[in-house]
């Protein structure tokens, strides 16, 4: 047996018991005759001390930095105690010990605070993981899957499994491919995710199904996305919106309390698309703070039914707000001393290629009452004090202005709410705050294409109010321009977002469960009644056989943790992740194949210069 | 609200409540102005009664097997109770009803005897997991998986997730790869296990990890085989071959209690890899009968510790005996009166193409204490006996003895064993036995590359007192004849199989955790250095840097959950299998791409004619 105990468990109570321990050398401390190391495991650090009689074999076999290592020797009190960890009151008096294996000097330091750069810790990664930091990202990982299955288990849904060599799709530029030996000139496709699976599992009645499971796209990466994901992939049989919407806060409320004891008693708030626009510029709000977005100057031809107050910027010779698309401001809280290094600084960020701004306007709201602008030659007091009373711009606030196209614009003043929300300390690591983002559009409009793409997926239901609209009208476009006049533009679908802290954490809809509306839908989306048959046939098929009203939705499970354990990147929380360019650099994959292996699959490289 | 209640809760004490139910029409009986539905959904079946004031609206839409169909009604005690259904007292008086969604006749039907054959229910299989029988197989799946996570959760392990995107290893030539488009002309393979990744947790110090995991293999596949499986894979640290067999015998207690409510108390038994080929002609015996092989004539190059017995055979001008290179019994219980019809039925069975023997011996053992047998004319009633005393028969029996050359007539041996094992209603299938199977060799010889090749694979131990076998000898076989004399043949390795009713449900081994072995090892089995460094250089790196003893092993998830559930067949326990071909007959896949997808990954077809 190598060990009794492991090195986080022995107590003051256990003084004088003799133990085996074995571990992991963290330090080695030698003070005259006598020698110190902290043995670490997963499960804590206990200190050993070498007393005189074993120096000699200590000076034959000199332990290094992460040497394993197996002692036996008996527990003793501490005189110099170490508080800050649980085992701290003992240490053991060793009487033997045997390096169980060497270690060479690690390429950087097994602390929390490492001196080892991104691209040394991804090569020697198993090293990494040895840290503390991430260990506990790791460690939080598993409680939250833990908390996930319990609490979905006792809500009667079953984990199901779904196949990984499926076919490809169009949801789908994005497959990654296996060609099959035993079927050549043929492909599997790896599963964006088990959406048509899981669809058909309600057809077969399973009512409710769940898998944490292993998705796949191969898309270019951005620093925060990976090749392979893992989602929380869940689906209901005979359930409307507000059934789902009540499951899964419910899931998210119980990971809160199992993973970081947070008591979430409050009600989810809930705010449609629209609203999470015109208000906070984009689809997923952080709504751990105000600071709302005022459309001062909306532009005519989104937003139909929202106030316009564009009369209080223009007529005023300001060419910049007359000739803008749109004007939105926020009143930035307890700011209205910023000097002109501060403003001239936050001009600047705006313009960075980034945001893309070509200014930046603002009012201080000082504290006597007074207005102050860098738009003062166009605007009088009074009208800068009738645009702080839109903003809801208190005394002392600084308003901060932008203004052009709409989209660059409400992108840009979103992203500074967010730096301003961050700068002033309103986005707190500990402080959680969930939202519903509800009513998506149902379709997007692609440019290049001139047509409609299922915002979310083509399996999304519309609103049932919207579903006439949908079937009496021809999707085709005749005017790009004028692509917002189109029915299709409005219609809203069977959709919802959950949001965390400004994260899309999760996604889902009520799905159409009927053939007739579903071959709509692909029609709409420019799909021939050929293609959609090769495409989803199986799908349309089960359709026939009496298919249930269902609809479910879909965790980001990399995503989640991250925000939980406070981290902007989800690679910290993934065991072997890797990096932009979607190499695992550790195994150096992807890598060459041999010319067998491209003989029998009867494939063959056919690289562009 | 689809629903206020499920089809299979309501019991007597509900009647009188108005309740909502929704679910698939199982059958329509009409009884004059009165119809009744079964209404059937997941968990279970509620039967409805349309009285007279519905008939006129059922005849205007009438209701089909398999319709999708929304009730309500109040709860009544039948009349007529079906007391082999959980809900058969009562029934629902149907208020009104709506047809949520038609179906089209299924193509067979949904019952546990249905009269779909294989391919049409694989082509539909979102109708046949509607199937009470399957229902119930993917019920077992989850409760196993349920249990095993409990278990491994309160022994300490964590979940972890490993990558799927890996690289391509010899472990190995059969390997689904995946074409990077990020990096083109290169390639991700899909893993066959984690084997890898769970020993670098091990050198990250996680200790205790596991995983319900999908593997990969893109091999021939027989009746039984998929080309994507599920195995609960796991890996300790600081552990021996005997910590590891009683943590997970203890696991698979714990399954046995939580999905079939058996008690396993006993100890496990456990064999030695000689003894179960020796005993049983495999090794994966089935204990749950004795009936065991009597090596009567022992072949010379292998079981040199054995007793030979060929004395009693030979020399008796009996040529078949006289040449074989080995000759085996077994002594069938109670079978002596078999008749000369049933003897030469065991004789044709013998001779089939999948056993492969030329002919059967056997000798009766008579009631009265005479012996009869069909080689009467060269062996004398004395020497009946004493072979009847070698093999344990008692009078009654019948001998079944076959000769040949070693592996084939063991092995047909075996199945006999098997076969009678059968017959005679030996192998229940809710009777469970489990032995571990220890001390593997740890080489097996490739005629082929006349070279030896890792049993189990090339990460596990050589028992400790064979290492120095390994290590001072050259592997190179000089004659290949005489292979069995090379030392290597001899060494045994620190692997254990889990065996469960005469199937394999899990192995693994104490594994090689000093970078001197390994590297060792992989020269054994013919790597160069190169060679070596190329594809498993990340490993033998982690081993520099203090990596622990460890080892573990994996379950094949989907065939213990077959055995559970008392079938043959994996396939009946995965929700979407594929076929023998690799296809899942559902979807169509694998499928062509489109020149795009191979445009961007920049490969091409290279097919043969």
Redesign the interface.
Known sequence: ???TH?CGELRVKDVNMTVTL????QTVRKFGAITFVDL????GITQLLFGEDLQAELDANPLGR???IQVEGFIQERSNKNLNIPTGEIEIQVHKFAI?????V?PFTITDETDGGDDLRMK????D??RNAV?KN??L??AV??ST?NYL?EQGF???????????TPEG?R????????????????PQSPQT?KQ??M??????YYQIV?C?R?E??RADRQ??F?QIDCEMS???QE?ILNMFEGLVKRIFKDVKNIDYHEKVERMTWEDAMWNYGNDKPDIRYGMKICNIKKPSSVYVNKTDNAALVTGADFKVFDDAETVLAIAVPGCSEYTRKQTDELTEWVKRPQIGMRGLVFIKCNADGTYKSSVDKFYSEERLKAIAEVTNASSGDLILILAGAEERTRKATSELRLEMGKRLGFRKDNEFKLLWVLDFPLFEYDEEGNRWVARHHPFTSPKPSDIQTMINNNPVIEDAAKYLEHPYANIKANAYDMVLNGNEIGGGSIRI??RELQEKMFAALGMSEEEALHKF??LL?????????HGGLAFGFDRLCAILGGSESIRDF???P?NN????V????????DD???DE????????A
Chains 1, 2 share one sequence.
């Open positions: 047996m190598y060990r492991t074995a571990g992991w050398v670490r495991d997963r499960y992460e040497f394993v169980l294996n060497k270690s060479a690690p020697y990664r198993y090293l993981l040895r260990k790791l460690e990982r598993y899957s833990r299955r288990h079953m984990d199901i499994e779904t196949p990984f060599l499926i076919k490809s530029a497959d990654f491919v296996v060609p099959s030996r035993m079927n050549p000139g043929q492909f599997y496709a790896l699976f058909l599992l057809v077969s009645g399973y009512d409710r292993k796949f191969d270019d990466l090749p392979e893992t005979f359930v409307e059934d469960y009927q046939g199986f098929g089960a359709f026939e056989y009496g298919a249930p009203p993934i065991a072997f890797k360019s979607g190499r695992d550790m195994l150096d994959a992807p890598s060459t194949i067998k292996q491209f699959l009867q494939i063959k490289l056919d690289l562009k």
